[in-house]
């Protein structure tokens, strides 16, 4: 079982910066592939970033490409995602996410465990 929570959310303004942190619970926290998701008020839940187990592999949405960027750090068992030049609509509840057997994945289904949801909200 893994346990993660969020933090990092917050207001800023169109084109400003931010960065979200993911702890994890557990000593296995090398065994999941990590992704992030977001999902703005109304709207499907879309997949983010994602992160392999070492961090050999990154897999990205293409409307953040080049702007956010996704890391990990396996001894502090947490992750995060730095984001740069924000949009309005990207406004969203950001979530992280653990899954152990689909390396790579961008779909929400494969992914087991979930935290609760940081708020990011980006104002014009």
């Known amino acids: 079982q893994v346990q993660l929570v969020e933090s990092g959310g917050g207001l800023v303004q169109a084109g400003d910066s931010l960065s979200l942190s993911c702890v994890a619970s557990?000593?296995?926290?090398?065994?999941?592939?990590m992704g992030w998701f977001r999902q703005a008020p109304g709207k499907e839940r879309e997949f983010v970033e994602a992160i392999s187990r070492y961090g050999a592999g990154i897999y990205y949405a293409d409307s953040v490409e080049g702007r956010f960027t996704i890391s990990r750090d396996n001894a502090r068992n947490t992750m995060y995602l730095q984001m740069n030049k924000l949009k309005t609509e990207e406004t969203a509840i950001y979530c992280c996410?653990?899954?152990?057997?689909?390396?790579?994945?961008?779909?929400?289904?494969?992914?087991?465990?979930w935290g609760q949801g940081t708020q990011v909200t980006v104002s014009s």
């Open positions: 557990g000593r296995t926290f090398s065994s999941y592939t």
């Open positions: 996410a653990a899954n152990r057997y689909y390396s790579g994945s961008t779909q929400f289904r494969d992914y087991n465990y």
